[in-house]
């Protein structure tokens, strides 16, 4: 089951631009908070972005004055502008959603995309 898709990474040289977009069900969309996370080669996955479901934001140090994330209500997609790219952003970038448990003693529900390449030339 699809809950989460990725779209628009690439190859840009250092110092452009890219928008990634994620398009979620309605339901998770309404109701969860939505990530942007990055994995490189031999890394940990990071936490890049992260958007509520009353557009409250917060960024990675790495990323503030950068990266922009948003939110497209009439879509059920949630965005990342990224702009003057650097190498060391290059990395699969992943949309994650989590959901509300259905108590508060439960464990969140979390949904991951398949990730999109994002690769930044020297």
């Known amino acids: 089951q699809v809950e989460l898709v990725e779209s628009g990474g690439g190859l840009v040289q250092a110092g452009g631009s890219l928008r990634l977009s994620c398009a979620t069900s309605r339901r998770i969309f309404r109701v969860g908070t939505i990530s942007w996370y990055r994995q490189a080669p031999r890394l940990q996955r990071e936490l890049v972005a992260t958007i509520t479901s009353d557009s409250s934001t917060t960024y990675a140090d790495s990323v503030k004055g950068r990266f922009t994330i948003s939110r497209d209500n009439a879509q059920n997609a949630v965005y990342l502008q990224m702009n003057s790219l650097k190498p060391e952003d290059t990395a699969v970038y992943y949309c994650?959603?989590?959901?509300?448990?259905?108590?508060?003693?439960?464990?969140?529900?979390?949904?991951w995309g398949q990730g999109t390449q994002v690769t930044v030339s020297s």
């Open positions: 994650n959603a989590e959901v509300p448990p259905p108590t508060i003693e439960s464990s969140w529900l979390h949904y």
